[in-house]
């Protein structure tokens, strides 16, 4: 079986499961994984727990490319700071060409040649210009990528109301619809502010109360059987 280890991810603060070569690792140790963008700095958190150990972590994990290097540090700093520029621009040109956008983050690849642009938008936008800005200006290949709100919390991330990490933004991979019936079966008072998240749908610890009650409820009628 693959040998997995915990790595805290520097661009997005996610913990990520990956397995690991015959380089020996340690807790602190920077490593190159790869990710959508071409590869992700992210630092050994954890290697001997049991949730390393756990048969199913190595489902899903991804893999570690090698140690990194003060070389691939310093490039991640880099294209940390060259996000942040581009950010700052395709925010000037937005504004000047009066486009309904709403830009939430900037992602470079690691060789450099692609840049993704993160936005929200009622409809339908007509960027085609602004891509043309960013291409002159940037030097480099440009995809606008339209998202959803939901999205968006789990790109930029945040506190939800239990003043822990979003669960979009810390852990989850994908989402499920969330239903006000969710809320119904749990017998919590339908006030909206209270059961949204803050990107204004509902909360998608929804999903996870419902199922661990309905196993409460389950262990309660088990112990409540006769006995033969």
Known sequence: MAEVV?????????????TKGEEPLEIGDYCLVDSEYGGDLAIVIDVNSEV?????????????IRKATEEDIKKFQWLREKEKRAFE??????????????L?????????????????????????Q????????????????????????KLVGGVGVCGRMLCCFSFMKNFEPITI???????IVINPTKISGLCGRLMCCLAFEEETKGRMYIEEFDNNLPED
């Open 6 to 18: 915990l790595l805290l991810s520097e661009s997005t603060g996610k913990i990520i499961r990956a």
């Open 130 to 153: 602004l891509v043309k800005d960013l291409a002159k200006e940037l030097k480099m290949r440009i995809e606008m990528r339209q998202i959803g709100v939901r999205d968006e919390a």
């Open 181 to 187: 019936q969710k809320a119904r079966k749990q017998q």
């Open 89 to 102: 621009f395709c925010l000037s040109r937005i504004k000047a060409r009066g486009l309904p956008m709403k």
């Open 52 to 64: 390393v150990h756990c048969p199913k972590a190595a489902q899903n994990a991804t893999r570690i």
């Open 104 to 128: 939430v983050a900037v992602r470079y690849f690691f060789n450099e040649k692609k840049g993704i642009f993160y936005y929200t938008a009622d409809g339908r936008i007509d960027f085609r």
